[in-house]
């Protein structure tokens, strides 16, 4: 029997090969072992992940005892996909963290307020996204753990401070350090597990040479980043660096389903990769419908109401699609 393993398990099996860290490998497992379809077929692939994630904790324990122990935290992904915020000490990433969420992290002039990661689901239209604040990212406090828990993420937002007079200078040796550091920022082409999808939240946007600071940003890194202006404090450009995220971090779609005969429900998209098909969708609302497919109806931006698409049609954010068995 064919394994027809999915896109999630190749994904995650190609983050297992990337992998650095035994955590990151034990958590690549993990979701290899939650995504792998389970049949006769995967029976002996089921068996050998077991035996890697049993090997790789018995070396982990060994490894934990004794006083050079080192710290590692993992936060279990939710919504539609997990964002981790990155910036230099006193960048404002806690503040963008309370203001787009209802997580309540410490906020503080000072720098190295964060200590330990920090998650919030942050709200955006009819979706949400899952943001970690992590310690600002500087050669004498960061961590291991710190670099595995961006490797592992779906994507990353640096967060710059737009009111500092030195945040070209802050955004370059950020970039320069999280290369050293084997996580690199790359938002064309295929990715590897260290090469991640990003963009800028040029916070304080609302301070004094703000303007010409970000002109200057998207001047020197606009080839490598996306600079949104945004205001922690005034929520000025949260819902766009929000949106962006979704769209150009995460690359996801929102569809919605049209039971024959009824009015789709709006509230509960199906969140789907850019470039979705018809029959892709079909097989993330159930696989039988997949399996008896016949045609299918979409309601969109680039067709007629209700016109019957193929199979290979691919999907639009907003679509609303019925099925037909």
Partial sequence: MPANLGP?????????????????????????????????????????????????????KAGSKGPKRKDFYRIEKEGAGQIVLVGPPNSGKSSVLKATSRAEPEVADYP???????????????????????PPIAPETSQSWVWAMLRMSDGLLIVLDAGDDDVLDHAENLLAFMEENNVFIKNEGERNFKEKKAICAANKCDLP?????????????????????????????????????????????????????????FSQPFILPRGTTVI??????????????????????????????????????????????
């Fill in 209 to 265: 040479g703000a303007g010409e600071r970000i002109e200057l940003l998207r001047e020197i890194i606009g080839d490598k980043l996306d600079i949104v202006p945004c205001s922690a404090l005034t929520g000025e450009g949260l819902d766009l660096v929000l949106s962006k995220v979704f769209f150009d971090v995460l690359e996801k779609i929102r569809v919605y389903t049209r039971p024959p005969g009824k009015k789709p429900d």
């Fill in 8 to 60: 999630q398990y190749l994904a995650a099996e190609e983050r297992y090969r990337q992998a650095v860290t035994d955590e990151e490998k034990l958590a690549a497992l993990e979701e290899m072992l939650a995504t792998i379809p389970k049949h006769k077929g995967t029976e002996k692939m089921q068996a050998d992940i077991k035996r890697r994630m049993a090997r790789l904790r018995e070396a982990m």
């Fill in 112 to 134: 190295f307020t964060t200590r330990m990661p920090l998650c919030g689901m942050a709200q955006w239209e009819n979706v949400q996204l899952q943001l970690i604040d992590m």
């Fill in 280 to 325: 892709d969708a079909a097989r993330e609302v159930h696989k039988e419908i997949a399996e008896t497919l016949k045609y299918a109806r979409v309601w969109g931006k680039d067709v007629f109401d209700g016109q019957m698409v193929p199979r290979d049609h691919v999907l639009k954010d907003g679509d609303v699609i019925a099925f037909y068995t």
